[in-house]
């Protein structure tokens, strides 16, 4: 389980690191936390002739709370977004999502770039970012371009991403006024990638209806999918459980999974159903609590 | 910017335990395979090759990963610690020798990969729950112990830990 | 009262593991160049081989050699199966591919990655063949058969019959019957293989270091195969060894294959196998089809069991199994004193890997077999399965026991430690606990799980494998016998080094023996050293060397305490002529020989080292120089099978009772395991720590296999389970809170008094689980006949049951 020889490219600025992949963009693999690329180069599934390992660009490393959004460069790595104040404090929707992505030693390489990139649809952040309304944004050589997860995701391991272009920030809005988020997936074992994983994020007005409702879906089917219906049931309702249930229905309709050893695709589909309602109703709950503090 | 040509070497430095080693490495030789087989720090075990096991964590830079997902030439210049590190000359570090009362381990290829996790573990969180404690422990694999005895001694390391400052 | 025995003695072995001081496989560098091997392989379930060409991968620079098919069928010949079918199993394919990882080719070179990179350039062409996974699809007229000169796909088929088990059904009241699937999985020890292999052409010598845990049975099994004499074929093992669990017992094949590779190439091949090989072409246990039916009297007296099992052995029957079926022959009735027994079983090729011992051998099958239908009588006939159970168990005073198949059940006392295990679990409570959560409509459950633990197998057991009247020929070799070796030394200042030939692979043999060895001695047990490495070119060993079958405690632990006793009966005869007294009237106590009732008059156990050593011409006469004894221990009741296929196929039988609680999401079929009570007889408890350690592991092996671990094929033989991200080795958080007690049987049959505990929990853990979610699911009118149990599986069963109860309870 030896990797195959390749070119090793380490650049030390962001305009190095897209001159590099202009030139061998399309036999080139970006090398970023490494904690899903460097299994498969292992294995021998991926034998790019080249790979450009982003390390060491240190611009590509932070998170700036600016405008309202939260924008988080490419390289930060997991573990440092997970233990960034706001997160722990403000944002469980993003905090229960990197606590259930593999474990600690992974986060502590794996980065928030790397893993939107590497567009697994079990994987937990994307549809975190999806709940979020987040975008992303991508640099080349031509310069920059913001995408929305929408456009970003094709399909399993698939994006829009050019070969020479490079993810180089996520960002989403911060929710204000009342607001509660939650994370809620079922996986065979702790860490493993989600059966299904359900992101929401609630915001509410004063009034308490729900004024924004965001609801992001993993291991649901080949990219992670925005539960339009199910967030455009809720907003301008008041929450409870019977809206929560219907919500529920509505995300599961709109989930396309399919079978595997660990689950079968009406499994999966039912679970959209139950974890969304229990999401929303943990993530009401939140935004109760913050309400009372 | 770096660059190595597939078919060449690259010189690195780097310092394990406190101390430091030259290599010459291909571009895609692993960190665990230069650790053992160029460095002869065999302690460092490898269990999987695809990050699952955890058996080949070591510290980078104070981060707990796995060296069978690092390539020798990204580590040029950092500061790696390994099982071998642990231990001060002959005085076990108070982890280790939680492990040997708390029957911590049975074959031993799986413990150095669990100490290092533990010991980053234990160095950022220590005062932990049991809860936190198999959360974390859950990062590497053991099949020998039903990780009764790798909880106990974790937490009996943090207990020792604690009164040791 | 003992010093050392019973303690919770801190192991010897932990120093050196703790601080990365270890020796494993991958860590020895025994020659002054080793080359390194990749292994090609297949790629289908089932295949012909049209050709192979290794030109292009020849010519990579650093490659050294290829082993090839041809290469294998000329320099060796099959390994030795243990049935009567002729099944030609080879280290590599040689006609055809038969599962997704056999072996085909061997690339040496100078690295791991040339060798990797070569390994693509090898160019075979296949013909698919089709496949067939199902044994019993495979056991079909039409199914596709994996070796055409034997024509179908059964290695093996033995019925036996114990009692009169037609009388047994046409006596009962009630007949409860259950189809039932075990599934493949493997304890995958956390170290893979590792082979170096050298091979020398001047005086055709083989030297093999590799991690390989015995039984030393399977070395002339290798020698055949590699056609050289038993004394040519140099097995080294070093001290620390990965982790084992049975599954490295099945690696002699690959030694065999480096072994090849050596000699075709000329320099010495290091091959450490990857995770990926591991998974896919190491070993597993079988996957088994049983049928099962139980006789019983109203009252619960079960009467006799037909047990129709069928083996998945995979491409090639590989010694030892059919063991997977008659290593717990002798514990085939469990601790239930029923004599009517008849057994159909089969070991079938399918196009899946290779099988053997796995953690509990046969027994986590059995129990699986026998306690989930006890579960369903019970049911059946309205009793508390605890009640069920309590009125079969074979009383206390019958031991010691033979069973219907000719077990001898040594020591205990089942229904006392039954009671205590209620008790333990204070299963009243745990009953009302169900209760009052089945009145709120959660799903909660009870399993209980009960086994006859065998450990220290007779070597006799796999000749039930060959029909009893070939057994029965003139000139037919018997076998039988559960030997062990092991020295021990005492040098000139008194201090000890003991030699074992165990081939441990983590359990602490070293700590074992020097708190033995020590007692034995009275002196320090930090006097004590004890080495662990293995070497057949050195060491006195037999074909039952090794560690398996959980007889370490009680067989190679009793030959070291012999080899003890023989020194110390020779020092106390030098002490006697030291002192001037008669050798019965001198003692041993705390390092000090004296003359009993006169403490003044002694000499030190030092001295008397002293004396043997340095001063051999002051001995007395008829004693040797020097202080040192090489012992077997041998079972007196490991005999071979009688002409009634009856076997004691263990020599010593602990007894293990588990207690699970668990609680079913409703919605998503998760499974919480709340409680987890196992009580255990091991007989003499010799270090409480190391007992315990053994029981965790056990239990989180049998917990895997009933939810976690399965090696997945699809229908046409694609293996599904090729990583650890699909292979699930449960991790800390899913391993279950565990309550753990002990009662301590001693066994009359070894030294020690110590029977085994390695594989204990690993046998009832599934069967536990099963019936514990069974329980849960009862009331929904779902029935568990297959393992592992998943979410997604749970889920499935409560909706077909609730579409039943939808439609007024038709299917």
């Not at chain 1, 039912?270 to 009401?284: C, E, I, S, W």
């Not at chain 3, 591991?278 to 088994?288: E, M, V």
């Not at chain 3, 405690?553 to 020092?571: F, I, P, Y």
């Not at chain 3, 020989?593 to 003044?600: C, Y």
Request: aromatic share 6%.
């Amino acid at each position: 389980m030896k990797p195959a020889a390749f070119d090793y490219y380490a650049p030390d600025t962001l305009d190095e690191a897209l001159a590099v992949l202009a030139e061998r963009g399309d036999a080139a693999k970006i090398l970023a936390g490494g904690q899903s690329l460097v299994p498969l180069l292992n294995m021998r599934l991926a034998k790019p002739e080249a790979l450009v390992d982003i390390n060491r660009l240190r611009e590509l490393d932070y998170i700036r709370e600016e405008n309202g959004w939260l924008a988080i460069g490419a390289i930060t790595r997991q573990r440092t977004l997970e233990r960034y104040p706001l997160v722990r404090q403000h944002l469980p929707l993003v905090a229960d999502a990197l606590h259930a992505l593999g474990h600690a030693q992974i986060r502590n390489r794996g980065t928030i770039g790397g893993n939107l990139a590497h567009a697994d649809p079990a994987s937990e952040l994307p549809a975190v970012l999806v709940a979020l309304g987040g975008e992303l944004v991508a640099a080349s050589v031509a310069g920059q371009r913001p995408l929305a997860p929408e456009e970003f995701y094709l399909t399993y391991l698939t994006t829009t991403l050019d070969p020479t272009e490079l993810l180089v920030e996520a960002r989403f809005r911060l929710p204000t006024g009342r607001h509660g988020g939650a994370f809620l997936e079922l996986s065979r074992r702790h860490g493993d990638y989600a059966m299904v994983g359900v992101g929401v994020q609630l915001e509410l007005a004063p009034d308490g209806t729900v004024a924004r409702a965001g609801i992001g879906l993993c291991g649901a089917g080949p990219v992670p999918i925005k539960a339009t219906e199910a967030e455009a049931l809720l907003v301008g309702e008041r929450p409870g459980e019977e809206l929560f249930a219907e919500a529920g229905v509505r995300a599961a309709a709109q989930a396309e999974p399919e079978s595997d050893i660990h689950a079968s695709a009406d499994y999966r589909r039912d679970m959209v159903r139950v974890l969304t309602r229990r999401a929303l109703r943990l993530a009401l709950q939140r935004a109760a609590a913050a309400d009372t503090q | 910017m770096r660059h190595v040509a597939r078919t060449r070497k690259q010189a690195i430095t780097v310092r394990v335990n406190g101390i430091e080693y030259e290599g010459q490495v291909e571009p895609r030789r692993l960190l665990s395979d230069f650790l053992r087989e160029d460095l002869g720090l065999t302690g460092t075990h490898v269990g999987c090759e695809h990050g699952i096991c955890g058996a080949c964590t070591v510290l980078v830079d104070g981060r707990a990963v796995r060296s069978c997902l690092l390539f020798a030439v990204q580590v040029d210049g950092a500061e790696i610690m390994t099982v071998e590190g642990l231990a001060r000359g002959e005085q076990l570090h108070p982890l280790q020798e939680a492990f040997w009362e708390h029957h911590g381990l049975q074959c031993g290829f799986c413990t150095p990969g669990v100490l290092m996790a533990a010991y980053e573990f234990l160095r950022d969180n220590p005062n932990p729950t049991e809860r936190e404690v198999r959360e974390n422990a859950a990062g590497n694999l053991c099949r020998c112990t039903g990780y009764e005895g790798i909880v106990r001694s974790i937490l009996a390391a943090a207990r020792k830990l604690q009164a040791d400052r | 009262m003992p010093k050392w025995i019973g303690q919770p003695i801190k192991r010897a072995e932990d120093p050196r593991l703790l601080t990365g001081q270890g020796t494993y496989v991958d860590d020895l560098r025994p020659l002054p160049v080793l080359y390194h091997a990749a292994i090609l392989r297949s790629p289908h379930a089932h295949a012909r081989i049209r050709s192979v060409n290794i030109e292009r991968a020849l010519a990579v620079p650093g490659v050294v050699g290829i082993l090839t098919p041809q290469d294998v069928l000329e320099m060796s010949d099959p390994f030795p199966v243990g049935v009567e079918t002729p099944v030609r199993y080879y280290a590599t394919a040689t006609d055809k591919v038969r599962f997704v990882g056999e072996p085909v080719c061997v690339v040496v070179a100078k690295d791991r990655y040339i060798a990797e990179d070569a390994r693509e350039l090898i160019e075979v062409d296949y013909e698919p063949l089709p496949a067939v996974v199902d044994p019993e699809r495979a056991m079909a007229p039409d199914a596709p058969v994996l070796h055409e000169d034997i024509g179908h796909n059964i290695a093996c088929h033995r019925s036996l019959r114990y009692g009169d088990p037609d009388a047994a059904f046409a006596e009962a009241d009630v007949v409860v019957s259950q189809r039932q699937v075990f599934p493949k999985y493997s304890s995958t020890p956390m170290e893979c293989y590792a082979v170096i292999a050298q091979f020398n052409p001047i005086n055709g010598e083989y030297t093999i270091w590799s991690n390989f845990q015995g039984p030393f049975s399977l070395h002339p099994v290798t020698a055949r195969a590699l056609r050289t004499p038993e004394n040519k074929l140099r097995f080294i093992v070093p001290p620390d060894i990965g982790g084992g669990f049975g599954i490295k017992s099945s690696m002699f094949p690959y030694i065999a294959l480096i072994a090849l590779a050596a000699r075709k190439t000329g320099v010495p091949v290091k091959w450490v196998e990857d995770r990926l090989e591991h998974l896919a072409a190491s070993s597993s246990n079988t996957d088994r089809v049983a049928y099962m039916e139980v006789a019983l009297k109203r009252d619960g007296t079960i009467l006799g069991m037909r047990q129709k099992l069928i083996d998945n052995v995979g491409a090639y029957i590989r010694a030892p199994d059919p063991g997977c079926l008659f290593r717990p022959l002798g514990n085939q009735v469990g601790p239930y004193r029923f004599q009517h027994l008849a057994v159909e079983a089969y070991a079938v090729h399918t196009n899946k890997s290779l099988t053997g011992p796995n953690r509990g051998y046969g027994c986590q099958h059995l129990y699986f077999n026998i306690e989930r239908l006890l579960d369903k009588a019970a049911d059946t006939l309205g009793l508390d399965p605890a009640e069920l159970r309590r009125r079969n168990l074979i009383p206390g005073s019958a031991m010691p026991y033979t069973t219907p198949t000719g077990g001898i059940y040594d020591a205990g006392d089942y229904p006392a430690t039954f009671e205590k295990l209620l008790e333990l679990a204070n299963y009243a409570r745990l009953r009302e606990e169900q209760a009052r959560a089945r009145a709120a409509g959660r799903l909660y459950g009870i399993g209980i799980a009960l086994a006859v633990d065998p450990s220290v197998s007779n070597m006799g057991y796999v000749t039930i494998a060959f029909d009893r009247k070939l057994r029965q020929r003139p000139g037919y070799q018997a076998k039988s016998g559960a030997a062990e070796t092991g020295t021990v030394m005492v040098d000139a200042r008194g201090n000890v080094t003991c030699t074992i030939n165990t081939c441990p692979e983590g359990q602490g043999h070293e700590t074992t023996v020097a708190q033995l060895v020590a007692e034995e001695f009275g002196i320090p047990i930090e006097n004590v050293r004890v080495v662990a490495d293995f070497d057949s070119n050195s060491r006195a060993w037999s074909i039952a060397t090794g560690t398996y079958s959980s007889r370490f405690a009680a067989a190679g632990a009793s030959a070291t305490l012999l080899a003890a006793r023989r020194v110390k009966e020779k020092m106390r005869a030098i002490a006697a002529h030291l002192l001037e007294a008669a050798p019965d009237d001198v003692v041993l106590e705390d390092g000090v020989f004296f003359v009993k009732g006169q403490p003044d008059r002694n000499v030190t156990f030092r001295r008397v080292a002293g004396v043997a050593h340095w001063n051999p011409n002051a001995l007395p006469p008829g004693i040797e120089p020097g202080l040192q004894n090489t012992s077997v221990w041998n079972f007196e009741h490991a005999v071979a099978p009688d002409d009634q296929d009856r076997v004691n196929s263990s020599q010593l039988y602990g007894f293990v009772g588990e207690i699970v609680a668990v609680e079913i999401d409703p919605e998503t079929g998760e499974i919480q395991l709340q409680h987890y009570y196992s009580m255990h007889d091991a007989g003499r408890i010799l270090n409480p720590l190391l007992v315990e350690g053994q029981i965790w592991g056990a239990v989180l092996h049998g917990m895997a296999g009933a939810m976690y671990e399965e090696m997945v094929y699809d229908e046409n033989g694609a293996f599904l389970a090729g990583t650890f991200m699909d292979y699930l080795c449960p991790t800390a958080m899913e391993a279950p809170p565990l309550t753990i007690g002990h009662v301590e049987y001693p066994t009359p049959a070894s030294l020690t008094g110590a029977k085994g505990v390695g594989e204990s929990s690993s046998e009832t853990a599934p069967a536990a689980i099963a019936n514990a979610v069974a329980d849960a699911l009862k009331p929904l009118g779902i029935e568990i006949t297959s393992l592992p149990i998943t979410p997604s599986k749970v889920w499935a069963l409560l909706r077909e049951a609730r579409a039943r109860q939808a439609t007024g309870g038709q299917p």
